[in-house]
């Protein structure tokens, strides 16, 4: 974060407090004159308050021990005349509980903004969250959640044919891909809170939740999309810099490579197996012999060492993740004894310069990599996912592969390991320990980085919160929170995939772990015998890859890159000069009109420049995201321009950064 921002960051953070405290002492006014209707607006606005404060919060754990003792003092004394409130607000919001009769309570005004106090959670976007509500919500509930500024209320309704009346202030949601698409338009500004009503009033009329209700099902499909897009921006906000500098010195290898758009359908009803490196692939790695020459089998890079040490050696390896420990997976592993290395284009710049020729590139993350696919015009469009695995399992649907099968996908710590014994991280030990959250032993230093890059700290007290899973053989298994997530993508892409295919066979043959809902539990022996029995004629998967590779329009793919690079080039550095000149005008004291009307063109340009680049709002997202924020929660012209100062600041020292990147690509290709 640049000077500049830290200082406009610290400006936000003591307004927003000082309008918290003054809110504060209004909700005790009104309670001690017994102003209902007044305790409900400030409270109203206290809980809108909170959740600004939430979107800066963990910014300001950081960053407090850092700032001047002054300004500590200064929150210190805030947070206290903001405590001051506490009780009164807990006790209004929760003051539902005090009714002897809830059920009759809700036949009144009164009983009925109770509930939705205690419904809301203590931070409320009302701009943002979302409440999510059923087809056969009493609509009076709707009009409290207006009235008191509400603006994103949903109703899950598969069954499009339905003809209930519908309300004009709730946004309707007939299927999965709209869910996405609502979370997916708000971008970085995306709701923090989804909350379900009707099951709200469901449980304070004792009903009992019926989990297979359409309703429920609705609602499992919306926190699914809500949760997918929290993990995209979370992921973006981590990686989004080292995607873009890497994707950009990837550009002239990945014009000399092959794409996975060339491949599209080639391997009709071939089967797929995705190998994985869990645990349970020790128990049978030795399997995969008889699959050799009968079906694609395609691996993580983190599975290479496992399978070298079998002797066994895949169609595919495969990479998604950008970090450099990729590249050391693969670099001890004969290459050239599998057909072809699957790159995402954002992955580890070495991986590239040692593989040319022998590489197919995808979009390893759609959200981000898109910028690099359409430079070729490889405007295929892939799912993504958390893992490589669920990478692999979109494009295996994209090769039209059937079916597409499973092994050594535990998702789950099995014999005190996470990892095959025979891979790369095999040596590393699990355990639970007496607090029930999970701990790591024997991790190499390498290893530890690679965890710390997550939690930050003492790797010693490094911790990771437990997750239960249903178990292959039944029961649950011990799992954690990246794997429930990759658990839960697996279940999606099966139901999709069904959906766009119900000829497509799903076979899980992990042989321990994580039952995967979707997939049908089969050992691999049994498998192998399966398509043994089927097959009428070996695939020709070598042949299928080296066309592949060998087909490659070079020429057409160099002059693209070549005309959009200079494009590029021209707006960053355009991007450059205007953040320059804004700055000179934000830096003055009191601009006369003139200058500000000079200001807001300058700044609009400045915006188109930025969009034609394509990189650098993607390289900044989480920085970019609090600047443009401090901007429009400012109250005065100097405060405006001060955070505008900021986001001058951020695009002025990130431009150079990548103008460099650029230079250099355009270098590697003269």
Known sequence: MTDTLTRVYQDYLVSLLQDMAEVSSAILVAGAQAEVEKIGQETDKLRHLRAQLQAVEQEAKTRLDTMPPSFQEKVNKLLFEIGKSEGFFRAWTQRFDEYTDPISALDSDDGRQAAIDKFLNNAWDWSNDIVAVALDTPAMYIRILKARGQKKIVCVTLDADNKIERNDDVTYLEDKWQMRRLFEETGMNYPRRVLDLATFLDSLHQKEEDKESEHQKGIELLKRAWRTQITNT???????????????????????????????????????????????????????????????????????????????????????????????????????????????????????????????????????????????????????????????????????????????????????????????????????????????????????????????????????????????????????????????????????????NPDIKLYNCTEGGAMIKGFENISLRELAEKISAEISEPPNVRATLQACLANVDTTNRRKLLKARLNSVKTSLQESYSLAKRCQQIAVKTNPNPKLLTSLSQLEKELITAVKNSSFISISMQNALEKAILMTSKSKTMRENLNASLALYDLISNEAPRILTRVNAALGKMK
């Not at 599998?338 to 995402?344: F, K, S, W």
């Not at 590139?361 to 359409?374: K, L, R």
């Not at 024997?442 to 911790?463: C, H, M, T, W």
């Not at 437990?466 to 697996?490: I, Q, R």
Request: hydrophobic fraction near 40%; proline fraction near 4%; include cysteine.
């Open 234 to 500: 979370a992921t973006i906000n981590k990686f989004g810099s080292r995607w873009i500098l890497q994707g950009i010195d990837n550009l002239p290898y990945i014009a000399e490579n092959a794409n996975i758009s060339e491949l599209e359908n080639a391997f009709k009803d071939v089967p797929m197996v995705i190998i994985s490196p869990g645990p349970s692939l020790d128990k049978n790695i030795e399997q995969l012999r008889a699959l050799q020459g009968k079906a694609l089998l395609v691996a993580p890079a983190q599975t290479a060492a496992a399978l070298a040490k079998a002797n066994i050696f895949p169609n595919i390896i495969g990479v998604a993740d950008p970090i450099g420990e990729m590249a050391q997976y693969v670099q001890n592993f004969p290459i050239d004894k599998v057909d072809a290395l699957l790159l995402g284009v954002s992955c580890h710049t070495g991986l590239f310069e040692e593989n040319t020729g022998k590489i197919i590139t995808f979009n390893g993350n759609a959200g981000v990599d898109t910028w690099i696919s359409g430079i070729f015009n490889d405007t295929r469009r892939l799912g993504s996912g958390g893992s490589i695995s669920t990478c692999l399992f979109h494009i295996g649907q994209f090769l039209n592969c059937n079916p597409i099968v499973l092994v050594g996908q535990d998702l789950a710590l099995s014999d005190g390991r996470a990892y095959s014994s025979g891979g790369d991280r095999g040596e590393i030990q699990v355990k639970v320990d007496a607090q029930g959250r999970i701990q790591y032993d024997n991790v190499s230093e390498q290893g530890q980085a690679i965890y710390l890059e997550q939690k930050p700290g003492d790797f010693s007290k490094y911790r990771e919160e437990v997750f239960m899973l249903p178990g292959y053989y039944g029961g649950e298994v011990v799992s954690k929170a990246d794997y429930a997530v990759y658990h839960a993508e697996f279940e999606r892409q099966a139901e999709s995939a069904k959906e766009a």
